[in-house]
């Protein structure tokens, strides 16, 4: 079975940190490219951050250029997207995905159709 299980949301302060994972199992990760998307109460998902097999780095929202950064480890199977100076507007559930097709690349615009399997998702509540 083909999964991922995010992990690492809560409740910060603004200002503070948080480092989401994405856990998969079934299968490898490392040749998949992974997205992190984001979820606001009363809005439309939106993709944040991508990084390809090859570790190339899509950021899609500039709201959170110079403060979010994904990474993966390959060994772990996961992916991270570490989170710096949180904002309250940055409060939404949090999703990672990964593009099903081995090796392509991410999409520039990390547009969700595009992204076969996903996580349940993980909370992130910035209080201001």
């Known amino acids: 079975q083909l999964q991922l299980v995010e992990s690492g949301g809560g409740l910060v302060h603004t200002g503070g940190s948080l480092r989401l994972s994405c856990a998969a199992s079934?299968?490898?990760?490392?040749?998949?490219?992974i997205g992190w998307f984001r979820q606001a109460p009363g809005k439309e998902r939106e993709g944040v951050s991508c990084i390809s097999y090859s570790g190339s780095i899509t950021d899609r929202l500039d709201s959170v250029k110079g403060r979010f950064t994904i990474s993966r480890d390959n060994a772990k199977n996961t992916v991270y997207l570490q989170m710096a100076n949180l904002r309250p507007e940055d409060t939404a559930v949090y999703y990672c995905?990964?593009?099903?097709?081995?090796?392509?690349?991410?999409?520039?615009?990390?547009?969700?159709?595009?992204?076969?399997?996903w996580g349940q998702g993980t909370q992130v509540t910035v209080s201001s």
């Open positions: 079934g299968f490898a990760l490392g040749v998949h490219a």
């Open positions: 995905a990964a593009n099903n097709v081995p090796f392509a690349p991410c999409d520039q615009r990390l547009s969700a159709v595009n992204y076969d399997i």
